[in-house]
T-cell receptor, first 115, second 114 residues
Framework: DADVTQTPRNRITKTGKRIMLECSQT?????MYWYRQDPGLGLRLIYY???????NKGEISDGYSVSRQAQAKFSLSLESAIPNQTALYFC??????????????FGSGTRLTVV | SQKIEQNSEALNIQEGKTATLTCNYT??????LQWYRQDPGRGPVFLLL?????KEKRKERLKVTFDTTLKQSLFHITASQPADSATYLC?????????????FGGGTRLMVKP
């Protein structure tokens, strides 16, 4: 099983719909992140959480919300999807105890298309 | 503004040669810098981390240098193979004392031809 699992892998939704992307991890890491990736723009941070009670906005949080349901689960919601939210979304984790030695562990991504 | 720049043009090299990718940054003073590999449709995979007080780091055929004066990191793959073809991302820790928060460059696509 993958260390970081994202569901769904692909999703097509209509403008105005609410959609949730889910992420779960078996790494035992305390920190979790949501990024989106667009061609030519690289990975941009949406939200991050350093523990269950900690939620922080990233570079591009407008139009998104998150929930850290447990240490292992971090979900991303689009309250009212719009076409420019079409992108590849990645969840990532890291361990604060080993942050200076190891990088992030990424999920396989969710390809979201808003029509 | 803060910026991380990687060559957006693909780098094409012949198998067996050394590939060198560049990551330049401005207005950051990162504690460390990381390199990731990303294959199409997949999540990035961590390769190497180098700290601000380290000049060079090696792992098998990979070598990373970090020049905080030039604000530049170079990523080398020696004896390159077609299987090394992928997009390579550099990332900077910008969290300072608050912990690691990575900002990524746009990546450089490497194509190794047999």
């Amino acid at each position: 099983d993958a260390d970081v699992t994202q569901t769904p892998r692909n999703r097509i939704t209509k403008t105005g719909k609410r959609i949730m992307l889910e992420c779960s991890q078996t790494k035992g890491h305390d920190r979790m992140y949501w990024y989106r990736q667009d061609p030519g723009l690289g990975l941009r941070l949406i939200y991050y959480s350093f523990d269950v009670k900690d939620i922080n906005k990233g570079e591009i949080s407008d139009g998104y919300s998150v929930s850290r349901q447990a240490q292992a689960k971090f979900s991303l919601s689009l309250e009212s999807a719009i076409p420019n939210q079409t992108a590849l979304y990645f969840c990532a984790t890291s361990d604060s105890r080993g942050q200076s030695n190891y990088g992030y562990t990424f999920g396989s991504g969710t390809r979201l298309t808003v029509v | 503004s803060q910026k991380i720049e990687q060559n957006s043009e693909a780098l094409n090299i012949q198998e067996g040669k050394t590939a060198t990718l560049t990551c330049n940054y401005t207005n950051y003073s990162p504690a460390y810098l990381q390199w990731y590999r990303q294959d199409p449709g997949r999540g990035p995979v961590f390769l190497l981390l180098i700290r601000e007080n380290e000049k060079e780091k090696r792992k098998e055929r990979l070598k990373v240098t970090f020049d905080t004066t030039l604000k530049q990191s170079l990523f080398h793959i020696t004896a390159s193979q077609p299987a090394d073809s992928a997009t390579y991302l550099c990332a900077l820790d910008i969290g300072g004392g608050a912990g690691n928060m990575l900002t990524f460059g746009g990546g450089t696509r490497l194509m190794v031809k047999p």
